[in-house]
């Protein structure tokens, strides 16, 4: 998972054309950690989408504009526009997780 640091690579990574999730997580968050213990198979299956970190205490006008308001989150972007998320409440299962992704196949 590739971090993101800036507000401007953020918008940059958002506009492909292809979709991108992006991980909003902190440091000391505890639901976050444990996401971390089973994501990377999830993100082996879903390899279709690149996957990116951003820390919302670091960014957080990023955080609010796209409403995320609890951590860890998952947001699909496509073309600049949010397509899908994953609240904080529905994020604490690899399942979870990976129903969610199942939502977004086409």
């Not at 991980?23 to 994501?39: E, L, N, S, T, V």
């Not at 947001?75 to 949010?82: A, P």
């Amino acid at each position: 998972m590739k971090p993101i640091i800036t507000n401007d690579q953020f918008n940059q990574v958002i506009e492909s054309d292809e979709p991108v999730i992006v991980k909003f997580q902190a440091g000391w968050c505890p639901d976050c950690r444990r996401m971390d213990m089973f994501i990377d198979p999830i993100m082996e299956e879903y390899s279709q989408y690149k996957w990116f970190d951003v820390n919302r205490d670091e960014l957080p006008d990023v955080a609010e504009k796209y409403e995320v308001m609890g951590i860890p989150s998952l947001l699909i972007f496509k073309n600049g526009e949010k397509t899908a998320h994953l609240h904080s409440a529905n994020a604490k299962t690899p399942e979870s997780v990976t129903e969610f992704l199942a939502d977004q196949k086409e």
